[in-house]
């Protein structure tokens, strides 16, 4: 078993940034890709960002690429998601999500919340405008 626990969370000003991490334990050897979704008050859990096992692939949903960048140390059995220029609309908890094992690379499987066989808790991200 693998359990995630995202860390990095707060209130921020727009404009503003935060880096969340998704760190996982257990049996962490053969964790596959992991994916950033988030999720606000009223609102459906959305993709945010997904990368592959090496690191080498990222994939970001459009509202995000280019203020959003996703990084993973795999010595550290850790995941970063690197927010800048925030704004009050990315308000949400975010998460984490992890393939038990390396798939092949498919954007419509990874960014699909329920296709991921290990969940964080979240970490709460608001935005003040």
């Known amino acids: 078993q693998v359990q995630l626990v995202e860390s990095g969370g707060g209130l921020v000003q727009a404009g503003g940034s935060l880096r969340l991490s998704c760190q996982a334990s257990?049996?962490?050897?053969?964790?596959?890709?992991v994916g950033w979704f988030r999720q606000a008050p009223g609102k459906e859990r959305e993709f945010v960002a997904v990368i592959s096992t090496t690191g080498l692939r990222t994939y970001y949903t459009d509202s995000v690429r280019a203020r959003f960048t996703t990084s993973r140390d795999n010595a550290r059995n850790t995941v970063y998601l690197q927010t800048n220029s925030l704004k009050p609309e990315d308000t949400a908890v975010y998460y984490c999500a992890a393939d038990r094992e390396t798939i092949g690379w498919d954007i419509s499987r990874q960014s699909t919340w329920s296709e991921y066989d290990y969940w964080g808790q979240g970490t709460q991200v608001t935005v003040s405008s």
């Open positions: 257990g049996r962490t050897f053969s964790i596959g890709a």
